[in-house]
């Protein structure tokens, strides 16, 4: 079979390549990869920045001008048009991914409402790429709502849980 589009192309967003490159990553203990061929790239980056892919993936992506993600915290105000929502806080999602409440299908949740949290309390897991991310609170206070399902797909910067702050 001939192609019409001309040169076959490699596609550099290819989940098993994607995951090599995570695995070399952990392996030479790499903080960031940026690849580029052609007119696409990818970037992967480790630590406090979670996995990002850049130049058109269907993955979580973002801008590597944006800051890196973080709940508000108390000494952070909400946005002033958040009526009624004085002295509360959001965890949000830091990657696209799977929302899970419990580390398995058997365990309870790591939060429930009425909960009270510390900023190194481990509130859900984001699961991107088959790997399970434990996301932190990043903040204190009593759990007020939840504001996903387990199982739900979330996007990057999506509102988890609604805090009221300490």
Same mark, same amino acid.
């Given at each position: 079979? %001939? ?67 973080? %709940? ?16 509360? %806080? ?16 058997? %365990?309870?949740?790591?939060? +429930? ?16 790429? +088959? ?36």
């Amino acid at each position: 079979m %001939a192609s019409g589009e001309g040169s076959s192309q490699v596609d550099v967003f290819d989940v098993r390549k994607v995951r090599r490159l995570v695995e070399l990553m952990k392996e030479h203990e790499l903080a960031e990869i940026d690849l580029k061929q052609a007119d696409q790239r990818i970037r992967l980056r480790r630590g406090q920045d979670p996995m990002i892919l850049a130049g058109g993936a269907a993955a979580p992506t973002r801008p590597p001008t944006e800051a890196a993600p973080q %709940a508000v915290s108390e000494s952070e105000p909400p946005p002033a048009d958040a009526s009624g929502d004085a002295g509360m %806080a959001y965890i949000t999602s830091p990657m696209v991914g799977t929302f899970y409440s419990s580390s398995s299908p058997e %365990a309870g949740p790591f939060v +429930k409402t009425g909960d009270q949290v510390g900023a190194d309390t481990v509130v859900c897991i984001v699961e991107a790429m +088959k790997v399970f991310n434990e996301i932190p609170a990043e903040c204190s206070g009593k759990i007020v709502a939840m504001l996903v399902e387990n199982g739900d797909a979330v996007e990057f910067g999506q509102k988890l849980f609604k805090v009221e702050a300490n």
